[in-house]
């Protein structure tokens, strides 16, 4: 009698969107996936009861998403109305995503290398630590949107500066760090699949300018990024239990000791990578049906050798894994230190205790605010803009707006090949819904 090893049913994929929230991923990206991948978006508002009975009705068993900081508590509660449903990345892998201090409360809680950073929400705390801590300082915004461009990031090299910056912008917490001389006057971004690099590139800052950023006149290299960097991220991705994930990383010129600035799972990355995720994720859930991408260390060198444009277009890169003949073995065997592997189960041991006050009449109105705009989405204290004279920057600053998508509205602008937000609609880059949310911003 013939034996016939039936293949174990794959779980019913869903893809986590929100509205006026630019998509990581879409069913492109799950290239070979055998059955049906639903969607789901959530609409803001009142909305989490009708997106948990959809994920519900539609029997779905892993979603697979990134969630916005302001959407991020809700999400610990529709999580916890799905205990059947995977998240990936995990409620609590997606923990730093919310905001600058809470990227602090991860690497403190897991020993990781960060600058020194001090946190207030007394603000009277803040000013007398401010009044004797060493300068330079980098003072961020902790809540909201993230860094864009480096808009809500400031350099203040005294007290007068820190308390004129601080009056005016009313940043509660208070949050600073130590200034990290910068090698090279530059950071790295790392990506990472299964905790192994997969890409990476420094960014230098641009003539007359400290913060490393390109929208504000920086550029970047793929080349001579150090070990040291890539083992931190590593080590910020495992203890994150991240499918995929994100650290920007600043090297002290005089030490050569890597820190840790930012880290998450949310981050801009060319469609290619994103269908490596996808092949990782695809892996993950299939128990080895699907192969796991090779990418081997280091090969983002030479792909940063082809240029952006031609980059954005690219899809499902494969690298084979080489079998050299015997005698060749030791020479041309991949030298990399890092494999890629599973990711261990997250469980909410793993986030951090909190530091911000939990009796609600002691929390700051500004960070309640941050609650309350999630059903409001966009109404923040962006001032309104002339469509042609604004600059990269300033549509950095968008709620949702990411890195590629400002850039090529700001190219469009520049050639004079649109007149209004409306003529965006003509290209399929970006979404009606975006349009329509970012409208308000212009006169």
């Known amino acids: 009698m013939k034996i016939v090893n039936k293949k174990k049913k794959l779980p019913k994929l869903g893809l986590l969107y929100l509205d006026y929230v630019l998509r990581f991923f879409d069913k492109s990206n799950f290239k070979g996936w055998p059955d049906k991948i639903e969607t789901v978006t959530y609409h803001w508002g009142n909305d989490k009861a009708r ?10 068993d892993v979603l697979v998403g990134n969630i916005p900081a302001t959407a991020y508590e ?9 205990p059947n449903v995977r998240f990936i990345p995990s409620i609590e892998t997606q923990f730093s995503n919310k905001s600058k201090e809470n990227v602090t409360l991860f690497a403190k809680k897991y020993n990781l290398s960060i600058p020194h950073t001090e946190i207030f929400y007394d603000k009277e705390e803040g000013y007398s630590y401010l009044k004797k801590c060493k300068y330079p300082q980098i003072i961020k915004r902790s809540y909201g949107p993230s860094n864009y461009g480096g808009y809500y990031v400031h350099k203040v090299d005294n007290f007068n500066e820190a308390k004129t910056l601080l009056d005016e912008k009313k940043y509660v917490p208070i949050y600073t760090q ?41 550029s970047m290299s793929y080349e001579n990024v150090p070990m040291n960097a890539l083992e ?68 983002w060198e030479e792909l940063g050798k082809i240029s952006p444009s ?16 015997a005698d060749g073995a030791y020479w041309l065997e991949d030298k990399g230190e ?9 469980n909410p041991d793993d986030i951090p205790d909190p530091i911000a006050p939990q009796d609600e009449e002691k929390i700051p109105e500004v960070v309640k605010d941050t609650v309350v705009k999630e059903s409001e989405i966009g109404s923040d ?12 920057t300033e549509l950095l600053t968008f709620q949702g707006m990411e890195e590629e998508v400002a850039v090529k509205i700001k190219e469009l602008i520049d050639n004079n090949e649109i007149n209004s937000l409306e003529d965006l609609k003509e290209y399929d880059f970006i979404s009606k819904e975006q349009i329509a949310q970012w409208s308000k911003y212009f006169k």
Request: glycine share 4%.
């Open 178 to 218: 130590d200034a990290i001389p910068l090698k090279y006057s530059g950071d790295i971004r790392v990506m990472l699949i299964g905790h192994k690099p997969i890409c990476a590139f420094w960014r230098f800052s641009g003539e007359g300018e400290w913060i490393t950023n390109t929208s504000q006149g920086g």
């Open 338 to 346: 890092f494999d890629m592997e599973k990711t261990d189960e997250s």
């Open 310 to 325: 031609l980059l954005r277009t690219m899809r499902h890169i494969h690298f084979a894994k080489y079998t050299p003949s």
């Open 51 to 60: 997106f948990i009975n959809e994920v519900r009705r539609k029997e779905i």
């Open 381 to 392: 204290e962006q001032e309104q803009y002339n469509l042609q004279n604004i600059t990269l």
């Open 74 to 82: 809700t999400f610990r509660e529709i999580a916890a109305a799905l």
């Open 232 to 299: 931190l991220a590593v080590e910020a991705s495992k203890a994150a239990k991240a499918e995929y994930w994100a650290c920007d990383i600043a090297i002290d010129e005089n030490t050569d000791k890597a820190y840790i600035l930012e880290c998450a799972t949310a981050f801009a990355a060319f469609p290619y990578i994103r269908d490596w995720i996808g092949q990782y994720i695809m892996w993950d859930l299939s128990e080895g049906r699907f192969k796991m991408p090779h990418v081997p260390l280091y090969s």
